[in-house]
């Protein structure tokens, strides 16, 4: 068994666990979204933990006749059943021993590629929130690796675990990655736009939804926000609030019309 350890010596209350995580699933209101990243959680990255789906309709959904199939309930078991047939090895104290499963040479490369241009996309972005989730993506897409290839594994006709991660499991990977990306750039608009002050907001409102620097400033000038200001507003809200379109022309970026945000992650 393993308990926890003090990290502290002098300390009863600071305690060590090994291996922690909480999984965590639900739903919450756009309008809340702001709450999760109040006070230190915007800057000890706990919302950057967090994978959010977005739909993008307002409509309700309806009810209908249709249910779910019996021989998705069967198939759902039968792959459940299967991953958790994986044995699981321990060592001498008795503590679970990783399986170290590689990367062909083709998955590598599409893994590095995206990679470095996500690192690209790194070293260009202003915003210390959106750099904070893009970095995470980079640990997300290998776990998404992994998962997809062991649901892969559990559906085929394959008898001995998997010992290679291919180029299709990464390419799927990559995939959910930058559907993840786009989910949190739209709920960091959604917190940028709740944080805004009275000026801000009601200058952001009153800008088109396309428009040049000079058009800008002309829209900020009305309700008496100063060129210098509204340029810095302009620079430290770029993709969140605002999307260079070209040089000197911005569009305005909002989350999707949605009444609640799906959150799936793991802190």
Same mark, same amino acid.
């Given at each position: ?16 666990? *090994? ?7 639900? +739903? ?13 959680? #915007?800057?000890?990255?706990?919302? &950057? ?7 993008? +309709? ?14 998705? &309930? ?17 060592? !001498? ?8 499963? %590689?990367?062909?040479?083709? /998955? ?10 996500? /690192? !690209? ?14 970095? *995470?993506?980079?640990?997300? $897409? ?14 085929? &006709?394959? +008898?001995?675990?998997?010992?290679? @991660?291919? /180029? ?12 993840? %990306?786009?989910?949190?750039?739209? $709920? ?6 709740? *944080? ?11 800008? #088109? ?7 800008? @400033?002309?829209? /900020?000038? %009305? ?19 605002? *999307? =260079?379109? =070209? ?16 959150? &799936?992650?793991?802190?």
């Amino acid at each position: 068994m393993n308990w926890p350890q003090s990290d502290r010596k002098n300390s009863q209350n600071s305690i060590f666990i *090994k291996c922690p995580f909480i999984s965590v699933v639900g +739903t919450i209101q756009k309008r809340l979204l702001t709450e999760l990243a109040n006070g230190e959680r #915007a800057a000890n990255g706990f919302i &950057d933990r967090i994978l959010f789906a977005m739909t993008k +309709t307002t409509a309700k959904p309806r009810w209908n006749e249709e249910e779910v199939r019996e021989d998705l &309930d069967r198939d759902w078991e039968r792959i459940l059943n299967r991953l958790l047939s994986v044995p699981c090895n321990l060592n !001498e104290n008795q503590e679970p021993q990783p399986i170290i499963i %590689r990367f062909d040479n083709e /998955a590598k490369k599409s893994l590095y590629a995206w990679q470095h241009r996500n /690192a !690209e996309l790194c070293d260009s972005e202003m915003s210390d929130n959106v750099i904070s989730f893009f970095c *995470k993506l980079e640990i997300y $897409v290998l776990r998404f690796c992994l998962i997809l290839r062991m649901a892969r594994w559990a559906v085929s &006709d394959e +008898t001995q675990s998997p010992e290679i @991660i291919e /180029a299709d499991d990464v390419n799927v990977a990559i995939r959910l990655a930058e559907y993840f %990306r786009q989910n949190a750039l739209a $709920v960091i608009t959604c917190v940028s736009e709740e *944080k805004l002050n009275n000026l801000h907001r009601t200058v952001y409102d009153h800008l #088109a939804d396309e428009f040049s620097t000079a058009d800008g @400033i002309k829209t /900020a000038e %009305r309700f008496g926000m100063k060129d210098h200001t509204f340029k810095m507003f302009l620079t430290r809200n770029l993709n969140t609030l605002f *999307k =260079r379109i =070209r040089q000197g022309w911005y569009r305005k970026m909002s989350c999707y019309s949605t009444n609640n945000v799906t959150a &799936d992650g793991e802190v």
